[in-house]
C-alpha cells in the first residue's frame, strides 16, 4: 500500500508566476484535501475534492484552484502568486468526503515565492 | 472562522518524564484527533476521538475528548527522545474541514 505522495518537494518560484503542485492519493482513498502551512503555524484547509468534484473550500482566494483526476489524484494550482503564498503545501487523502477517521498526509511540498 | 489554541506552545522536558498538553477551541467539534509532524515531514495521526469524554490511549499515548467538547489533551508517559517534533490538535464539526491547532513543539533533552 503506497502513501500519499507529493511533487516537487521544494519549489522557488517568482512573485506574479504560477504554480501547480501535485497529489497522489493513498492507494484506495478517493477524497484529496489540500492544506497550507505557514511557518510556525498549523495546518489551514484549502480545499477538499471528492469524485473529482470540489467538496469544501476554507477561506482561499479564488487565485487557488484545483483539479481531480478519475485516478485520484489532484493538482493545486495558485496564479499571480505573492509572498504570503511561501509556505508547506501538504495534500491529504481518505475514504470518503466526510471522514471523521483522519486524513494521511504527504510530506508537502515547500513553496518559496520571492 | 475556528480558533483553536494550544498550550503550551513548547516544551522542553527530561527524557522519562511525562508530558501533558492541551487544546481549546471557541465552537463545539465532534470529533478530536491528535498528530505529531516531524521537520520536513507532513502530520502523523495518533489519536482520534469521536465522543465527549472518550478516553484513548495508543501505547505511551493518552488523548481525551472533553466533556464541553471544546477542548482537548494529550498525555505521553515515559518520554523518549523520538518523541521530539510539533503536536497539533485538529478538530471536526459537520463539514468537510479539520481546524488545525497552533502546535505544540517537545523538545527532549536526554
Known amino acids: 500500500e503506497t502513501g500519499v505522495t507529493q511533487s516537487p518537494t521544494h519549489l522557488i518560484k517568482t512573485r506574479g508566476q504560477q504554480v501547480t503542485l501535485r497529489c497522489s492519493s493513498q492507494?484506495?482513498?478517493?477524497?484529496v484535501s489540500w492544506y497550507q502551512q505557514a511557518l510556525g503555524q498549523g495546518p489551514q484547509f484549502i480545499f477538499q475534492?471528492?469524485?473529482?468534484?470540489?467538496?469544501g473550500r476554507g477561506n482561499f482566494p479564488p487565485r487557488f484552484s484545483g483539479l481531480q483526476f478519475p485516478n485520484y489524484s489532484s493538482e493545486l494550482n495558485v496564479n499571480a502568486l505573492e509572498l504570503d503564498d511561501s509556505a508547506l503545501y501538504l495534500c491529504a487523502s481518505s475514504l470518503g468526503s466526510g471522514n471523521n477517521y483522519g486524513y494521511t498526509f504527504g510530506s508537502g511540498t515547500r513553496l518559496t515565492v520571492v | 472562522g475556528q480558533q483553536l489554541n494550544q498550550s503550551p506552545q513548547s516544551m522542553f522536558i527530561q527524557e522519562g518524564e511525562d508530558v501533558s498538553m492541551n487544546c481549546t477551541s471557541s465552537s463545539i467539534f465532534n470529533t478530536w484527533l491528535w498528530y505529531k509532524q516531524d521537520p520536513g515531514e507532513g502530520p502523523v495521526l495518533l489519536i482520534a476521538?469521536?465522543?465527549?469524554?472518550e478516553l484513548t490511549s495508543n501505547g505511551r499515548l493518552t488523548a481525551q475528548f472533553g466533556i464541553t467538547r471544546k477542548d482537548s489533551f494529550l498525555n505521553i508517559s515515559a518520554s523518549i527522545p523520538s518523541d521530539v517534533g510539533i503536536y497539533f490538535c485538529?478538530?471536526?464539526?459537520?463539514?468537510?474541514?479539520?481546524?488545525f491547532g497552533t502546535g505544540t513543539s517537545l523538545t527532549v533533552i536526554p
Open positions: 476521538l469521536y465522543k465527549a469524554g
Open positions: 492507494s484506495g482513498h478517493n477524497t
Open positions: 475534492y471528492y469524485r473529482e468534484e470540489e467538496n
Open positions: 485538529a478538530g471536526k464539526n459537520t463539514g468537510n474541514q479539520f481546524y
